[in-house]
């Protein structure tokens, strides 16, 4: 340990705006995209450098003693107004800091923490959250580390769990609000689309739901895992969410070289989760956080090219006669699932480009496409310039029971894709040919 302990105790310290920052024009409020180039870096302050410098240490100097007591004085809470500045890298720096500021631009969130990897995110939201005898409800499938975490690990501590299938109606939500409310709700957790099936969550029926049974301080916050469709086609903080989480590995990275997450919300929810992070030291490296203010400046144009080239390639596979299915939400507007498409026009802005493909057949005959595929790799993970595909019964979903899995419709014909950025017709001509061996 070090003299920085005590801030282990605290939720965290408000950050020193830079100097210069542009968010406004005129009257004109900037985007997202363009706030990406700058916002939250003074070059001033790291002579005069363009991009920020990745900051390689492990604690930061104070000018004299008198400032390191008043530091401390702010963050043990014995002076009102918190501190600020920067005193040791567990609890934050300044690649962090500034990758935290432009995260949360994208959603409006009054603040963000960037987090070691997805999981470290969830499992930091989770302990910041419950208590022994507490119940966690969530819309299932979920990934399946995260159900494993809830159901096994703490499970060990006593912790409760209930589930809604990820398309559920306000009735059926209700049902099992009503049911958890017995208990003490520490928190609602939701994926969507659900992974790896695609099933859209109705969080505005959830919010309300959650808001007709539980008053007062027994309200549960709602998180919700925005990874598949955010922050660019999806933005759930308008839904009724409370914290939006992400594996910053996947469409934020976007370049499939690096492992982060990152958790955003209300100051009060985020200060909670920021005294968890602090404390068990699940913040993201510097290095890492520096990387990902790389991929945030071109998110939206590879997230854009990737969801164009999704849409051209779905509606080659919808046509095949060796495919049984492809879950798509692009393709929720021409079903016959009208609860899924309803969801689709209130929460979505656009259909992603990660998909489920159900294959006429079993394991034999998905094992033979995937071993096929010549541009696509065999991968799992998902969000990446690269077009991945995978196996989700035999892979990541490995684990799940057997009758969960069935009940999820996880079955041995699916593969779930993630497309990328390359030419769409080289990778409809790959998917042909991949399901020539079908």
Same mark, same amino acid.
């Given at each position: 340990?070090?003299?920085?302990?005590?801030?282990?105790?605290?939720?965290?310290?408000?950050?020193?705006?830079?100097?210069?920052?542009?968010?406004?024009?005129?009257?004109?409020?900037? %985007?997202?995209?363009?706030?990406?180039?700058?916002?939250?870096?003074?070059?001033?302050?790291?002579?005069?450098? &363009?991009?920020?410098?990745?900051?390689?240490?492990?604690?930061?100097?104070?000018?004299?003693?008198?400032?390191?007591?008043?530091?401390?004085?702010?963050?043990?809470?014995?002076?009102?107004?918190?501190?600020?500045?920067?005193?040791?890298?567990?609890?934050?720096?300044?690649?962090?800091?500034?990758?935290?500021?432009?995260?949360?631009?994208?959603?409006?969130?009054?603040?963000?923490?960037?987090?070691?990897?997805?999981? *470290?995110?969830?499992?930091?939201?989770?302990?910041?959250?419950?208590?022994?005898?507490?119940?966690?409800?969530?819309?299932?499938? &979920?990934?399946?580390?995260?159900?494993?975490?809830?159901?096994? /690990?703490?499970?060990?501590?006593?912790?409760?769990?209930?589930?809604?299938?990820?398309?559920?109606?306000?009735?059926?939500?209700?049902?099992?609000?009503?049911?958890?409310? @017995?208990?003490? #709700?520490?928190?609602?957790? !939701?994926?969507?689309?659900?992974?790896?099936?695609?099933?859209? #969550?109705?969080?505005?029926?959830?919010?309300?739901?959650?808001?007709?049974?539980?008053?007062?301080?027994?309200?549960?916050? =709602?998180?919700?895992?925005?990874?598949?469709?955010?922050?660019?086609?999806?933005?759930?903080? %308008?839904?009724?969410?409370? =914290?939006?989480?992400?594996?910053?590995?996947?469409?934020? $990275?976007?370049? @499939?070289?690096?492992?982060?997450?990152?958790?955003?919300?209300?100051?009060?929810?985020?200060?909670? /989760?920021?005294?968890?992070?602090?404390?068990?030291?699940? /913040?993201?490296?510097?290095?890492?956080?520096?990387? &990902?203010?790389?991929?945030?400046?071109?998110?939206? !144009?590879?997230? *854009?090219?990737?969801?164009?080239?999704?849409?051209?390639?779905?509606?080659?596979?919808?046509?095949?006669? %060796?495919?049984?299915?492809?879950?798509?939400?692009?393709?929720?507007?021409?079903?016959?699932?009208?609860?899924?498409?309803?969801?689709?026009?209130?929460?979505?802005? +656009?259909?992603? @480009?990660?998909? *489920?493909?159900?294959?006429?057949?079993?394991?034999?005959?998905?094992?033979?496409?995937?071993?096929?595929?010549?541009?696509? %790799?065999?991968?799992?993970?998902?969000?990446?310039?690269?077009?991945?595909?995978?196996?989700?019964? +035999?892979?990541?979903?490995?684990? #799940?029971?057997?009758?969960?899995?069935?009940?999820?419709?996880?079955?041995?014909? &699916?593969?779930?894709?993630?497309? $990328?950025?390359?030419?769409?017709?080289?990778? /409809?001509?790959?998917?042909?040919?991949?399901?020539?061996?079908?």
């Amino acid at each position: 340990m070090t003299d920085a302990t005590e801030a282990d105790l605290t939720g965290g310290t408000p950050r020193a705006r830079p100097e210069g920052d542009v968010e406004k024009i005129g009257d004109r409020k900037l %985007k997202p995209a363009t706030m990406m180039m700058g916002h939250g870096y003074d070059p001033m302050l790291s002579e005069g450098a &363009l991009k920020p410098p990745i900051f390689l240490t492990s604690t930061f100097v104070f000018p004299n003693a008198a400032a390191g007591k008043r530091h401390f004085e702010g963050v043990t809470g014995k002076r009102p107004g918190g501190a600020e500045g920067l005193v040791y890298s567990r609890f934050n720096g300044p690649n962090q800091e500034i990758l935290e500021d432009r995260l949360a631009i994208w959603e409006e969130a009054e603040d963000a923490l960037a987090f070691s990897s997805g999981m *470290s995110a969830i499992a930091t939201l989770f302990l910041s959250m419950v208590k022994p005898g507490d119940t966690i409800v969530h819309s299932g499938p &979920l990934y399946a580390a995260t159900e494993t975490l809830i159901a096994r /690990i703490l499970g060990r501590f006593g912790i409760h769990w209930l589930d809604f299938p990820a398309g559920a109606t306000r009735e059926e939500i209700d049902a099992v609000l009503s049911k958890a409310a @017995s208990g003490n #709700v520490a928190l609602i957790y !939701l994926e969507s689309p659900a992974n790896p099936t695609n099933a859209l #969550v109705d969080v505005e029926a959830v919010a309300a739901s959650r808001d007709a049974i539980f008053k007062g301080d027994t309200k549960p916050p =709602i998180a919700i895992d925005n990874t598949f469709l955010g922050p660019l086609w999806a933005q759930p903080l %308008k839904q009724g969410a409370d =914290i939006v989480v992400y594996s910053l590995t996947k469409y934020a $990275g976007g370049h @499939s070289d690096l492992v982060a997450g990152g958790v955003l919300g209300s100051k009060a929810h985020i200060n909670t /989760i920021r005294l968890m992070r602090n404390t068990i030291g699940t /913040i993201c490296d510097p290095n890492t956080a520096w990387m &990902l203010l790389r991929s945030l400046e071109t998110l939206e !144009l590879r997230m *854009s090219r990737a969801g164009e080239n999704a849409a051209k390639v779905c509606e080659f596979l919808a046509a095949h006669p %060796k495919v049984e299915k492809v879950g798509y939400l692009g393709f929720l507007e021409r079903g016959d699932d009208h609860r899924q498409a309803d969801i689709y026009r209130r929460h979505c802005t +656009g259909a992603g @480009s990660t998909f *489920s493909l159900y294959l006429k057949g079993g394991e034999k005959e998905a094992f033979a496409f995937l071993d096929s595929l010549k541009i696509a %790799k065999l991968a799992v993970s998902l969000g990446g310039t690269e077009t991945l595909a995978s196996h989700p019964a +035999g892979m990541t979903h490995l684990s #799940v029971p057997e009758a969960r899995k069935q009940a999820l419709a996880i079955t041995d014909n &699916l593969v779930r894709i993630s497309i $990328g950025v390359e030419d769409a017709d080289d990778l /409809i001509a790959d998917f042909e040919n991949a399901l020539k061996a079908v």
